[in-house]
């Protein structure tokens, strides 16, 4: 099954452009980010994946509903929200504004995370690598906030499924690579960050030398006036 965009649902106004809060502002406390937290992906039996198609869907109040096919896969909605610190990469006008958007995505139990992955960035236009961005589930404990970031191989209906359909007990958010993750990036781009950063050091430099320069002449022309004869 495809992954596709939910367009033309009634409830499209979601994926509207909000202002995204950062991790800190969601809790009175946060935990620190676990990179890598291996799913505890319990298959479970048709007449189980029923009960909980059921049950998550008593719980909707959005319009957001699974389905639940004769083959036992299912097919929902799932709401990732974008947070990028920088601009990516694109070949249109659409992905500037993408940052802080909510997107709902229609997928199936069988899509992976690098399959919804994939269908941002296209849908945003990125030309980017897949690899520079990663999807985190974001939960809620108490006044914790733990972001935890999914493997590509991890299956994100299943996570909304055992989660139930409420967004402040799990929630998706698409973000590039931790700092220090320097391989997804191609030879040209780390010379390209390295030119950007002599650059700003020689600025900064300069700078500073004329802001002394400047403090210097003022002592200069000071001392002067008290070393004038009378």
Not at 49 to 54: L, T
Not at 67 to 90: D, H, K, W
């Amino acid at each position: 099954d495809r992954v596709h965009e939910a367009a033309g649902h009634e409830d499209a106004e979601r994926q509207l452009p909000q202002l995204c809060p950062s991790f800190k502002r969601l809790a009175p406390g946060r935990a620190p980010d676990v990179e890598k937290e291996k799913e505890t992906h319990n298959y479970l039996s048709k007449e189980e994946i029923k009960e909980k198609v059921h049950k998550y869907n008593l719980a909707v109040t959005d319009k957001l509903k699974m389905t639940l096919n004769s083959n036992g896969i299912y097919t929902g909605f799932i709401q990732v929200q974008m947070e990028l610190c920088r601009p990516a990469q694109t070949s249109g006008k659409l992905a500037p504004s993408s940052n802080g958007c909510m997107n709902t995505l229609h997928i199936s139990s069988t899509n992976t995370v690098g399959e919804v992955i994939e269908a941002l960035l296209k849908k945003f236009l990125v030309t980017e690598s897949p690899a520079k961005f990663a999807l985190y589930k974001r939960c809620h404990r108490e006044d914790q906030v733990y972001a935890c970031k999914l493997s590509d191989r991890e299956h994100p209906l299943y996570l909304r499924l055992v989660a139930g359909p409420r967004t402040d007990t799990l929630s998706f958010v698409l973000r590039e690579h931790e700092i220090g993750e320097w391989e997804a990036f191609s030879l040209p781009e780390l010379q390209n960050f390295l030119r950007i950063l002599d650059k700003e050091e020689d600025e900064q430099l300069q700078g500073l030398k004329r802001r002394y320069a400047a403090y210097r002449h003022k002592l200069e022309e000071a001392l002067s006036e008290v070393w004038k004869p009378g």
